[in-house]
């Protein structure tokens, strides 16, 4: 069974709209670690963020949001005001206690946001 | 300075050899870890270790083999190069275990072609 489920193979918006990449996980742990991070044309893995099971509240860092719901699996984001620049595969990972230390990864979501 | 450093960045061989690819973090981290990137972007990990201890072996072909010599470095050398091993290899280094582990930091990447 899939642990992580990126459903949005791609989107595309235009400049500063917002998007919402949605992730939605599974796991019997009831401490794990939710992780989102970006690969832009470059090629490296940039980190977003990390959130523990113990933590639902949602996270704002300028453009990025957030919204971790452990009711319904899911640590979605958003990015609002949409650039350019945010064009990148951005990729939802979870890491259990069963699985060691280990980033379960998401298929991945593109986003092409064009000017 | 870079926080997690591989080389080389691009290697183009031929089917049958033996390549290594270096690793190096200035975390200070305890963790360290092999992850494969395929063609459809899908990341997988391949090998962990924590304090030179192997603690991650997924199912991955025998020809690969890790060696940590110190907390800071971790290689990994190929065998008998496949053209399915042509991939991006990250390698990342993390703080801590379960239930307490910190952000995972990944490298740039190594782009491996094997031709």
């Known amino acids: 069974a899939q642990k992580v489920t990126q459903a949005q193979t791609e989107i595309s918006v235009v400049e500063k709209e917002d998007v919402t990449l949605d992730c939605v996980y599974e796991t019997r742990d009831t401490t794990y670690y939710l992780f989102w991070y970006k690969q832009p044309p470059s090629g490296e893995l940039v980190f977003l963020i990390r959130?523990?099971?113990?933590?639902?509240q949602n996270e704002i860092s300028g453009r990025y949001s957030w919204n971790f719901q452990k009711s319904t699996s899911s640590f979605n984001f958003t990015i609002t005001a949409s650039q350019v620049v945010d064009s990148a595969v951005y990729f939802c990972a979870l890491s259990e206690e069963l699985g060691g230390n280990k980033l379960v990864f998401g298929a991945g979501t593109i986003l092409r946001v064009k000017s | 300075d870079t926080a997690v450093s591989q080389t080389p960045k691009y290697l183009v061989t031929q089917m049958g050899n033996d390549k290594s690819i270096k690793c190096e973090q200035n975390l200070g981290h305890d963790t360290m870890y092999w992850y494969k990137q395929d063609s459809k972007k899908f990341l997988k990990i391949m090998f962990s270790?924590?304090?030179?201890?192997?603690?991650i072996n997924e199912t991955v072909p025998n020809r690969f083999s890790p060696k940590s010599p110190d907390k800071a470095h971790l290689n990994l050398h190929i065998n008998s190069l496949e053209l399915g091993d042509s991939a991006v290899y990250f390698c990342a280094s993390s703080q801590g275990t379960f239930p307490l582990i910190g952000t995972i930091y990944f490298g740039e990447g190594s782009w491996l072609t094997v031709v």
């Open positions: 270790y924590n304090n030179k201890e192997l603690i």
């Open positions: 959130r523990n099971s113990f933590d639902e």
